[in-house]
């Protein structure tokens, strides 16, 4: 089988951090099998360690597991595109976050920057475990919303598809040629000392 491309191959970060950053990537590539249980809640154990505003934990997230009885409703939320690749994800993630502070029931003006840290976490987490973390826009959240009873105050945020790595050469011609560890704009197009600029 043909491995997936590695990071380190890739990238190279233009000031020293951690390579937990740059070695976590988001293959599309994965094998079919399914992952334990336990793997699935260090994932979300991750998660839950995320910031929050208030320490709100306001992320929701509902899951999926490959031949388990929500795997055809979860898939069937997937835009045809994320579809090719997802049939061999071990694992399929909707995240929802409130748009209301429980402890006084006003908007929460950040819920879906807090829901991002938590997907990230999980992800990072995913890259140290060797798993295959995929964050995905394209779903329908509207069918997601009525399929999975997501009440109204909370904002219906992404999916993830998770599993193990696969062989690339199997993917789609189009995926397979991109499925490559990406670069990143440099800091100084994404950081400036003071007011608004123009990158
Ligand atoms: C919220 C979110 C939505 C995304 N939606 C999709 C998607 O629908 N389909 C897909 O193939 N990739 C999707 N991606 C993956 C991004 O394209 C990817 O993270 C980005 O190109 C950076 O690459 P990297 O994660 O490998 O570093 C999404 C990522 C995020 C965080």
Not at 78 to 86: E, V
Request: glycine share 6%.
């Amino acid at each position: 089988m043909n491995r997936l491309p590695d990071p380190v191959d890739h990238r190279r970060p233009d000031y020293l951090i951690d390579p937990i950053f740059w070695r976590r990537w988001s293959p599309r590539a994965m094998s079919g099998e399914s992952i334990t249980n336990e793997e699935l809640m260090r994932l979300f154990e991750a998660a839950r360690w995320a910031p929050s505003t208030y320490n709100e934990q306001e992320w929701r997230f509902l899951y999926a597991t490959r031949g388990g009885p929500h795997w055809t409703t979860f898939f069937d939320l997937l835009l045809p595109a994320n579809q090719t690749w997802c049939a061999n994800a071990a694992v399929l993630v909707v995240v929802a976050s409130s748009t209301v502070f429980a402890r006084n029931g006003k908007p929460n003006p950040v819920h879906t920057f807090d829901a991002g840290a938590a997907f990230q976490n999980l992800s990072l987490q995913g890259a140290v475990m060797g798993l295959v973390v995929h964050g995905m826009a394209g779903f329908d959240a509207a069918k997601a919303r009525a399929a999975l009873h997501v009440p109204p105050e909370y904002k219906i945020e992404a999916m993830i598809a998770i599993g193990r790595p696969g062989d690339p050469q199997l993917l789609p011609e189009d995926l397979r040629e991109r499925e490559i560890p990406s670069g990143r704009k440099p800091v100084s197009q994404i950081a400036a000392e003071g007011s608004f600029w123009s990158a």
